[in-house]
């Protein structure tokens, strides 16, 4: 059975801190990770990592894969209040296009 | 990425009745699939929505409780039926789009509250 965790489960920073957001896992047949930011009810996607190594930017937003140490990193910097949510690790695995997720990461940057 | 539509956005229902929400997408999708977000969990995948055929559940989620229909490529509807107080969660309609690269979204979401 697929699994992944995320630590740390809660997290309370002041604006302008950077955050790094860990998501580790166990699949078979690993196809991809992705996380997601979720504030209200919709997880909004974030990005999609299938490769070891290369880093996908987006912004103050960045995020890495190490397939071989089977985790990835979510990083924020410079946070804004805006940045508060519950981010979400995923894998999906060759098997199907079901994704599995973490218990996610709740964000929460003071002014 | 698309624009993903949901309906209702909310409902209170009693126990005992059912909910049929709808999910309508702007574009060519590949896979369609629903997804339950019980209050203070994770995201746990109901079923995959299947063109024409029935739908693939998983473990824990069956078809007279979850009846699910996807009559063309774009549109799909969950139905939750015989509502209980424990079925109150938020329900979430996602797809990958054709042509790759298969990154998934998530629709807006239904928050059906069970009285």
């Known amino acids: 059975e697929d699994k992944v965790v995320q630590s740390p489960l809660s997290l309370v920073v002041h604006e302008g801190d950077t955050v790094t957001l860990n998501c580790s896992y166990e699949?078979?047949?690993?196809?991809?990770l992705l996380w997601y930011k979720q504030e209200k009810k919709a997880p909004t996607f974030l990005f999609m990592l299938?490769?070891?190594?290369i880093e996908k930017k987006s912004g103050r937003l960045s995020s890495i894969l190490d397939k071989k140490e089977l985790f990835s990193i979510l990083n924020i910097t410079a946070t804004q209040t805006g940045d508060s949510a519950v981010y979400l690790c995923?894998?999906?695995?060759?098997?199907?296009?079901?994704?599995?997720f973490g218990g996610g990461t709740r964000l929460m940057v003071k002014p | 990425s698309a624009v993903i539509s949901q309906k209702p956005s909310r409902d209170i229902c009693q126990r005992g009745t059912s909910l049929t929400i709808q999910c309508q997408v702007d574009s060519q999708v590949t896979m369609m699939f629903w997804y339950r977000q019980q209050p203070g969990q994770s995201l746990t995948l109901i079923a995959t929505a299947n063109q024409g055929s029935e739908a693939t559940y998983e473990s824990g989620f069956v078809i007279d409780k979850f009846p699910i229909s996807r009559p063309n490529l774009t549109f799909s509807t969950l139905t939750v039926s015989n509502m209980s107080p424990e079925d109150s969660s938020i329900y979430l309609c996602s797809v990958t789009l054709a042509g790759g690269p298969y990154e998934q979204y998530f629709g807006p979401g239904t928050r059906l509250t069970v009285t």
């Open positions: 995923a894998v999906k695995n060759n098997a199907g296009n079901m994704l599995t």
């Open positions: 299938t490769s070891s190594g």
């Open positions: 699949v078979t047949n690993f196809r991809s």
